[in-house]
């Protein structure tokens, strides 16, 4: 096993950005000021986990176009370990739309990433027997990213699944392959609607009390973690009883690091990128030592404009806030 590898399984988008001063409605022509860089859930996640010191691969699907070489260039200027299976389709594109505030909309076409097969990661399980980590998404096909966690299963990897968009579906036999879900309020949400038909409004779920929430997230997922980001308000830890991770609480919430943000397109994947390197550089630290690390990351990243692009280093997290 490497000393710190991370897998990240996922996809890749080409980001048209217009920065706005209220997000449009329907019917509704803004004017606004635009820019285009690398994004999709999964390279953010890989861009984030291989800054934050963890070798890191990152299994996805490109077009044989601008798109694709974009993707190429980065991922080797990062010393980031790509792995791509050749697509006929064009590469992943995203709208986005971000306001005055940092709040964002998106639209993604997935492109390419619908070709990522089962198959092709696979062929990859090598590569992931030599992880501590694997972490995926959903904005790839589902036969891919539950290949991805049985072979991390039976090399002895650990799982985290980033359950999003919050519109996807998410089988109960994906969920019982994850060892940590990191849904945020909507997906959180979206998913206990789906496998609980329990109801609750994301905007209400920072304010739940602590053991009503735990209730909730031991529903969801009886024999894993559930880690709930929260925005400003930090985020929620929630563990099996039996799978404490180092903690020494089941539950407990970790609060937001201090900035002034810009713009929080990305910072659910800065933290999960964060979150599985710190875990993997330092499997027997606490849980919430790697939380804590995962936030401050995030909230460094929205001080700055894009996605991938605005993943900070290790060197600079460490040197703002110890």
């Not at 930090?234 to 539950?251: I, K, M, P, Q, T």
């Amino acid at each position: 096993m490497s000393a710190a590898r991370v897998v990240v399984v996922g996809s890749f988008n080409v980001d048209h950005v217009w920065t706005v001063a209220a997000l449009p409605r329907p019917g509704e022509t803004l004017s606004g000021q635009y820019h285009t860089g690398p994004g999709g859930k999964g390279f953010n996640q890989a861009t984030a986990a291989v800054r934050a010191g963890a070798a890191t691969t990152f299994v996805c699907a490109l077009g044989q176009d601008l798109g694709g070489q974009l993707a190429r260039a980065l991922a080797a200027a990062d010393s980031l370990d790509l792995r791509d299976h050749a697509s006929e389709a064009p590469t992943g594109t995203a709208g986005i739309y971000v306001d005055h505030d940092g709040r964002n909309s998106i639209v993604i076409g997935p492109g390419a990433n619908a070709d990522l097969s089962a198959a092709f990661v696979v062929a990859q399980r090598d590569l992931i027997a030599q992880a501590r980590v694997v972490l995926a998404q959903l904005e790839s096909p589902l036969a891919a990213i539950e290949a991805a966690f049985v072979a991390a299963r039976d090399a002895g990897a650990r799982t985290v699944l980033n359950p999003a968009p919050a519109d996807a579906l998410v089988p109960a036999s994906l969920l019982a392959l994850a060892d940590v879900i990191t849904p945020n309020e909507t997906e959180f949400c979206a998913q206990l609607e789906r496998h609980l038909g329990e109801r609750l409004d994301p905007s209400a779920l920072a304010a739940l009390d602590d053991a009503a929430l735990h209730a909730l997230c031991r529903r969801l997922l009886p024999h894993g973690s559930v880690v709930v980001t929260l925005g400003a308000a930090g985020c929620f830890a929630s563990h099996a009883h039996d799978r404490l991770h180092g903690d020494a609480r089941a539950h407990y919430r970790v609060p937001a690091a201090q900035v002034q943000p810009q713009d929080t397109t990305g910072a659910g994947d800065a933290f999960n990128g964060a979150l599985s390197a710190s875990w993997a550089r330092h499997p027997d630290a606490a849980f919430a030592d790697h939380l804590h690390y995962a936030n401050r990351f995030a909230a460094l990243s929205t001080e700055r404009p894009g996605a991938a692009a605005s993943m900070p280093h290790d060197a600079q997290v460490r040197a703002r806030f110890g």
